[in-house]
């Protein structure tokens, strides 16, 4: 189902930036569980270069009862822009869920304006994908923005009108970048390092997509998955709970 997306991110990447590999802990690039009916093989990539400085993104195959593509990436610390998040999962293709926002670091004002209000024309180009779903798990109000594309829809749909919309988020997203000046300040620095780590744990403790692994690849692998690859820089509820 989401094949064409990951390759046409793939070649987007590799025509725009000089990535490197980054390295992904051993036994989470890849896995295949033949749990109940429906073997899945779950597969990441990661890279990095001198704009992002961490660039993720999982296809989960399932064959006809899930397809899953998820992707993450996070600038480098001196850019202030907000990560760019992409969510797609369809179940046994009649249950598509499609979610892609500008994920903001800050919100306020002048941020928002800077670097969320230039969605709005997206936003208001593809109606049927931004539904105002209510949010079981996240705070809408919190790395999310306004104008988030967030919709439940057809096959057909996936295949015309979310492609459309998710090739003109990235390239919206690279034209962003290049207008955003690098930032030499250590402070500046250090709040962006801040934010995306707290961003990190906020996504590790709500992230429903861990019952989902777990029931293909086992709670231990899951949990790995989830704070040593996905979300990095979080920690589990316990060990931050000791910590404070």
Not at 209 to 216: E, I, Q, R
Not at 230 to 243: G, N, S, T, V
């Amino acid at each position: 189902m989401y094949k064409p997306f990951l390759e046409y991110l793939e070649r987007s990447l590799q025509q725009r930036f000089a990535l490197k590999h980054r390295p992904i802990p051993p036994g989470l690039e890849s896995q295949t569980s033949d749990r109940g009916k429906n073997p899945a093989t779950i597969q990441s990539w990661c890279h990095e270069c001198p704009e992002f400085r961490k660039i993720r993104y999982t296809y989960i195959d399932a064959g006809e009862s899930a397809q899953i593509f998820n992707s993450v990436i996070y600038p480098s610390h001196c850019y202030d822009l907000p990560l760019l998040g992409i969510d797609f999962l369809s179940f046994g293709q009649v249950k598509n869920l499609i979610v892609m926002d500008f994920q903001p670091l800050f919100q306020d004002d002048a941020y928002l304006e800077k670097y969320i209000d230039p969605l709005r024309a997206l936003h208001q180009k593809y109606p049927d994908l931004a539904q105002n779903l209510g949010m079981k798990f996240y705070d809408a109000n919190q790395y999310f923005s306004k104008y988030l594309l967030f919709a439940k829809t057809d096959t057909k749909t996936v295949k015309t009108q979310v492609f459309e919309a998710f090739q003109d988020y990235l390239n919206l997203y690279w034209q962003m970048l290049d207008k955003a000046p690098p930032l030499y300040d250590p402070s500046d620095i250090q709040r962006i390092v801040k934010a995306q780590k707290n961003y990190d744990q906020y996504s590790a403790d709500r992230d429903p997509a861990s019952g989902l692994f777990s029931s293909y690849f086992g709670h231990e692998w899951s949990e790995k998955f989830l704070y040593s690859f996905l979300f990095e820089d979080a920690m589990p509820l316990e060990a931050a709970a000791a910590r404070k």
